[in-house]
Nanobody, 127 residues
Framework: QVRLVESGGGLVQAGGSLRLSCAAS????????MGWFRQAPGKEREFVAA????????YDSDSVNGRFTISRDNAKNTVYLQMNSLKPEDTAVYHC????????????????????WGQGTQVTVSS
């Protein structure tokens, strides 16, 4: 099994930056795809960004493109989400997710495609 633990959330000012971390442990070979999703109050879970370990591909959503960057540290089995130019509408619970296979362009954006989830970390952006 895979354990995912997010960290780095908190309260930030609009226009500021924040870096989220997601550390994977256990069967890390089952994390071919790792992604970030967020869920704001009263809204559905939304895709933010993802990557595949072997292919060197990264994916992001149109709503955050150019502000958020996903990256990885293979030695630490950790994926990061660097968030810049934060806006109040970015306020949400951010979840890390993983799947055992390299998901394609379509499925990588769908929450139901992922087998493993972290507990989430709250990001609050104040104006």
């Amino acid at each position: 099994q895979v354990r995912l633990v997010e960290s780095g959330g908190g309260l930030v000012q609009a226009g500021g930056s924040l870096r989220l971390s997601c550390a994977a442990s256990g069967r890390t070979f089952s994390t071919s795809t790792m992604g970030w999703f967020r869920q704001a109050p009263g809204k559905e879970r939304e895709f933010v960004a993802a990557l595949t370990w072997n292919g060197g591909r990264t994916y992001d959503s149109d709503s955050v493109n150019g502000r958020f960057t996903i990256s990885r540290d293979n030695a630490k089995n950790t994926v990061y989400l660097q968030m810049n130019s934060l806006k109040p509408e970015d306020t949400a619970v951010y979840h890390c997710a993983a799947d055992a296979i390299p998901l394609n362009d379509y499925h990588i954006r769908r929450p139901m495609a992922y087998d493993y989830w972290g507990q989430g970390t709250q990001v609050t952006v104040s104006s």
